[in-house]
């Protein structure tokens, strides 16, 4: 590998390609030789504006050029990148500036008014960047204290992330250069990217996975990047139609929007004359999202699993050997990982433990959180991911959360396998299997999403799960929303079910 640093990346090819296409949006491209000058000169006036070596500079928006010049300029400055999503709240967005104490702020305004209203109630102005529209920069915090930096520059913090907080606070994450470049090269060679390759990046780069997957590990291929501001199937759709996208990755919920709005326009196959891989990872992957999308794409849906304290990626399934089941594949090589039992043992062939990781691309740590630190990763450097899974002859299948297992009538229950028999209904989008306290143990509440126009009573689908569920796997109660709730990734936020669980209890 030619890098050290993330920056590097940029540097190396503007030196060897200068004229080859790095990035593209709505508004124009930049070729590798523009990127780089754009990433200085972005970075000089970061500096002028006060940030300093080992300041955390938050950065607020959605997909865009001006964004991505950003995060490379403020490791330029030797800065902590802190990438937040646009389509935060306030609070949200609120509770990472006040862990994370931010020197500088920074927003994209120019595609997302979301971030324009971050700005104005941050008092944000203009920063009139030469070369870049858009960008307004908060007041300097003199207050906020630089880190120190690293004697190594690659053990430096490359991105701050707070974790989506499906299931509970967000965590802020640091993911040092060595840690993302370890991930996002090696997910590039498992899907043999190369400088020929254009990656349309629909994931948002505030999201481990379209950071490190999609626009690290494209631009550390000489590859190009077509930036989507946001996710819309329709745009998607009109931009793989103009023939020149090569690979797409995104979530499954998203895959199964596009499969969705493919069967409303009647299009028995997408046209995508240059695709050549569609991936998906970020969530868990069913069995029914999976055959809608390969039928509607007309070629294999590559899996993957990892997690954003792991750079992300830990695992894919080979593109020279698709599979027929939603296997996540085998381990990145240079991973190391172990399947451990309730008692701390290490479980045998086909037995499900939980999945534990070692190698290069696990976090330093979480921000400002020792104690939760060593509880995640332990003193010979195994991270404990918290999901459990089950290996079959090399590959790895997730079993579900480990915080979700519930205990029901002395079985163990794994909302994930719910989950996927309900998705399997022809009339349910999605689905989210919680537990809840009931007056016999513990309950199961289902909450489901059905497709457009489609109507299905709460006894139909009772029945249903009836005959495909075992009796304690069947959910207590249904739910049926208009639309449940996603980060921006396309993960379903079970914080925010459980939490409208809790009060209706």
């Known amino acids: 590998m030619p890098f050290r640093l993330v920056t590097d990346i940029i540097r190396y090819w503007a030196a060897r390609t200068p004229d080859a296409p790095a990035l593209t949006d709505a508004d124009r491209s930049w070729t590798y030789a523009e990127l780089d000058r754009a990433v200085r000169a972005s970075a000089k006036a970061l500096n002028d504006a006060g940030v300093r070596n080992g300041d955390r500079v938050l950065l607020v928006g959605e997909n865009s050029s001006a964004g991505v010049i950003l995060y490379f300029a403020i490791l330029g400055c030797r800065g902590w990148p802190v990438i937040a999503n646009a389509r935060l709240t306030e609070r949200e967005l609120e509770e990472i500036r006040q862990h994370a104490r931010p020197r500088l702020s920074a927003f994209v305004t120019e595609n997302s008014i979301h971030a324009l209203r971050h700005a104005q109630k941050s008092r944000a102005a203009d920063a009139g960047f030469a070369g870049l529209s858009g960008v307004m920069l908060g007041p300097v915090d003199p207050e906020s204290v630089p880190q120190d930096s690293e004697t190594d520059p690659a053990n430096d913090v490359a991105a701050l992330i707070y974790t989506s907080g499906t299931t509970g606070r967000a965590k802020g994450v640091m993911l040092s250069h060595g840690n993302l470049l370890f991930a996002a090269t090696g997910a590039a060679n498992v899907r043999r990217m190369t400088a020929d390759d254009r990656m349309l990046s629909v994931l948002p780069i505030s999201h481990i996975l379209g950071l490190s997957g999609v626009l690290l590990g494209s631009l550390a291929s000489g590859a190009e990047v077509q930036l989507l501001a946001r996710f819309d199937p329709a745009s998607l759709l009109a931009k793989l139609e103009q023939g020149r996208t090569t690979v797409l990755i995104g979530t499954p919920a998203m895959y199964g929007m596009i499969a969705e709005y493919a069967e409303r326009k009647a299009l028995e196959r997408i046209s995508a004359p240059a695709l050549r891989v569609i991936s998906t990872a970020g969530a868990p992957l069913d069995a ?8 509607v794409f007309g070629r294999p849906l590559y899996n993957g699993y990892g997690t954003t304290e792991c750079s992300p990626t830990i695992t894919l399934t080979d593109i020279d050997a698709p599979r027929p089941d939603c296997s996540v594949g085998a381990p990145l090589p240079g991973l190391e990982t172990r399947l451990v039992g309730a008692a701390g043992q290490e479980v045998r062939p086909g037995e499900i433990g939980e999945l534990q990781v070692r190698g290069p691309g696990v976090m ?3 921000y400002r959180a020792p104690e939760e630190t060593s509880l995640a990763i332990d003193a010979q450097g195994w991270f404990r991911t918290g999901d459990l899974a089950r290996v079959v002859e090399g590959s790895v299948f997730i079993v579900g959360r480990a915080k979700e297992m519930l205990i029901r009538f002395g079985f163990n229950v794994y909302p994930a396998e719910i989950e996927s ?5 022809p009339k349910i989008a999605r689905s989210a299997v919680l537990g809840s306290a009931g007056a016999g143990g513990e309950d199961i509440a289902a909450f489901v999403e059905l497709r457009r126009g489609e109507e299905l009573s709460h006894g139909e ?7 495909l569920l075992a009796p304690y796997k069947r959910p207590s109660s249904y739910s049926f929303l208009e639309a449940l709730p996603l ?3 396309g993960k379903v936020l079970k914080s925010a079910l459980a939490a409208d669980l809790a009060k209706a209890g």
């Open 288 to 295: 029914t999202t999976k055959a809608r999308t390969e039928a």
């Open 487 to 489: 980060t921006p990734a």
């Open 421 to 425: 028999v309900l998705n399997a209904h």
């Open 364 to 366: 330093k740590g979480y």
């Open 461 to 467: 689908l009772a029945e249903y799960a009836a005959r």
